[in-house]
Every structure is written in structure tokens, then in C-alpha cells.
């Protein structure tokens, strides 16, 4: 079982790495800290396609939503628990080098002025800027993991297949901001991809939890609206544990959308005038 664990402590890393040298290399006018934020999303890009694939497999695979299993379930789980320790470090490092190329004072000035190197106060000031998602990955690696492999007496595959499928916006994401990165901010390809993500977080985060109560029910026949009522109250928590972040992040994504569209309507009405 520890095997998957290594092979991802190795893989994600090591990708990470890869990444940041042949970018370095190809793009010579970016700074470390474009390299190393497009590396920091490509690894990201990378695992959660094998998320949601991962996901897609065991789904399709169990029939009975409580008493089928598949061993992806297991080590997918270890597999990913290695990106997410890596990705903590490589979103701290892609702050760490943001800051320094913006030369921002406070945690990241030394003595004299001059930019400090790393130190407790810049890992604090990482903390504060993204502690959302720090908790995410904390709480996947601390809560869910063991809940996973050790507490659910090999029940449930399929919907730990269902919750592997809500990375499937995460490469869309990933890719807008790179190309943010790259300044095509403006351009028609962008504002495609704003709208994958909006499709896909919204039916592969939201509209995935009404779905995988009407699985459960529909198996026992339990009318969808009464499906909450069969389950523990501590499956109930943990669901809306999972929604509520989800239902954050989107908002934020509509707000970001909905600025986006303005921008774009303004520009566009500026060119027509001229």
C-alpha cells in the first residue's frame, strides 16, 4: 500500500522539477516566478486529469454504490496524498518568488531593505494570503485519508470514485491562469475556458452531491429528498464539510466572470466609439 505512496512522493516532485527546468530554459524572459507558478499549475493540471480519471474508472465499475470495490479507491488516495504535501510547498515557493519579483516589503524585506530569503515570517505571510486552500489540502490529508482507508470497513468506493471526479475542473482552471500568465487574458481563448470552468466546477463540485444522493437512493429506493434522512448524521456533516468550500470557490469564480464580462463590454464598446 506504500508503494503508491512513494512512486507519488517521486512522480510529483519530480515532475515539478521537470517542468521548472525546461520552462526555465524555453521561456528565458520569464522570471523564477512565472516559471515556477506555470510548473506549480501544470503538476496540478497533471494530477487531477488522473484524479478524474482515476474517478471515472471506479464509478463506472461499481455497481452496488456501498458494497463494491476497486483498488484504485486505496491507491489513488496515497498517490494523491503526495501531491498534496508536494503542492503546499510548490504554492508556497510560487508565492515566496511573487513576492520577491514585486518587491513587497513586511516579511519579505531584510535588513536594509533588501529582499530576505525564507524564513517563518514569509511561510506566515504564505499562511495568511492562502490559508483556504492550505485547509483544503490539510484536511484531505489529515481527515479524509484516514477516513478513507482506514474507517470505512470497505464501504463506499464508488463515492470516493465520485469525489476523485470533482477534480475535473482543476485543469481548466490551472489553464486559465497560465494563460493570464502568458497575457492572453483578453483573447477568445480565455473566455472559452472561463466558461469550461464555470460548467465543470459547477457539475463536477455542486451538482455531485445531489447526484450521489440519488445514486444511493435509487438503489434502495428512497425518494431523493429523504435520502438525508437514511444516512448518519456524520455522513450528512462530512458531504456539506465537502459543499460548503465548493460553493465559496464558486461564487468567487461568478463574481470573477461576471467582472471579466464587464471588462470585456467596456472594452469592446471603447473600440466601436473609436
Known amino acids: 500500500m506504500l508503494t503508491a505512496l512513494a512512486y507519488g512522493a517521486v512522480f510529483f516532485p519530480g515532475l515539478f522539477f521537470s517542468f521548472r527546468k525546461g520552462l526555465g530554459s524555453t521561456f528565458t524572459h520569464w522570471t523564477e516566478a512565472d516559471v515556477v507558478a506555470v510548473s506549480e499549475r ?15 474508472v471506479v464509478v463506472s465499475s461499481c455497481k452496488d454504490v456501498m458494497t463494491d470495490r476497486h483498488w484504485l479507491v486505496d491507491g489513488f488516495v496515497l498517490f494523491g496524498a503526495a501531491y498534496m504535501t508536494h503542492d503546499i510547498y510548490a504554492m508556497y515557493l510560487s508565492h515566496y518568488h511573487t513576492q520577491r519579483v514585486r518587491g513587497h516589503g513586511g516579511a519579505f524585506t531584510g535588513h536594509g531593505g533588501a529582499f530576505g ?8 505571510a504564505f499562511l495568511h494570503k492562502d490559508w483556504m486552500l492550505v485547509l483544503h489540502h490539510l484536511v484531505l490529508l489529515l481527515i479524509f485519508m484516514p477516513i478513507t482507508l482506514f474507517f470505512r470497513r470497505g464501504l463506499g468506493d464508488f463515492f470516493i470514485g465520485c469525489i476523485f471526479t470533482t477534480e475535473f475542473s482543476t485543469p481548466f482552471v490551472s489553464f486559465g491562469k497560465i494563460l493570464i500568465q502568458l497575457g492572453l487574458d483578453d483573447s477568445r481563448l480565455h473566455r ?7 460548467v465543470s466546477f459547477l457539475c463536477c463540485r455542486i451538482l455531485l452531491f445531489p447526484f450521489m444522493y440519488w445514486t444511493y437512493g435509487r438503489q434502495y429506493d428512497i425518494p431523493l429528498h429523504s435520502v438525508a434522512f437514511h444516512l448518519p448524521l456524520h455522513c450528512n456533516l462530512g458531504n456539506l464539510a465537502l459543499l460548503a468550500p465548493q460553493v465559496y470557490w464558486f461564487i468567487l469564480l461568478l463574481r470573477k466572470a ?12 471603447r473600440t466601436k466609439t473609436e
Open 192 to 198: 472559452i475556458n472561463g466558461v469550461m470552468v464555470l
Open 42 to 56: 501544470l503538476v496540478s493540471a497533471v494530477h487531477a486529469s488522473l484524479a478524474a480519471a482515476a474517478g471515472v
Open 117 to 124: 530569503g525564507h524564513s517563518l515570517r514569509t511561510v506566515k
Open 258 to 269: 461576471h467582472r471579466l464580462y464587464r471588462r470585456h463590454k467596456t472594452g469592446t464598446k
